[in-house]
Nanobody
Framework: QVQLVESGGGLLQAGGSLRLSCAAS????????MGWFRQAPGMERDIVAA????????YYADSVKGRFTISRDNAKNTVYLQMNSLKSEDTAVYYC??????????????????WGQGTQVTVSS
């Protein structure tokens, strides 16, 4: 089992940058593909980015391509989401999630087994 704790959210103006971190417990972090999702009020929880177990394969939603970067440090049991050029439409609760390693990166929330509690990101225009 994996426990996930996000940090790094906050309130900032459009155009700014923020880095989210997700610390995982356990000694098998490198056995999991990881994802960042976000959920705005009244909306579904959507994929933002995903990364495979060794960090060599990544996926980004079209809305964040070129602005967000997902990375991981298996030695620190941590996955990151660097967010640049933030827009008001990026405002949401951001969640990290883990799914057991597979050959494909999953982009739907239902395929992920473990979730953090979420961290709020608010971007003012």
């Amino acid at each position: 089992q994996v426990q996930l704790v996000e940090s790094g959210g906050g309130l900032l103006q459009a155009g700014g940058s923020l880095r989210l971190s997700c610390a995982a417990s356990g000694r098998t972090f490198s056995s999991y593909n990881m994802g960042w999702f976000r959920q705005a009020p009244g909306m579904e929880r959507d994929i933002v980015a995903a990364i495979n177990w060794n960090g060599r394969i990544t996926y980004y939603a079209d809305s964040v391509k070129g602005r967000f970067t997902i990375s991981r440090d298996n030695a620190k049991n941590t996955v990151y989401l660097q967010m640049n050029s933030l827009k008001s439409e990026d405002t949401a609760v951001y969640y990290c999630a883990a799914t057991r390693m597979s050959g494909s990166l999953y982009t739907t929330a239902a395929r992920y087994d473990y979730w953090g509690q979420g961290t709020q990101v608010t971007v003012s225009s």
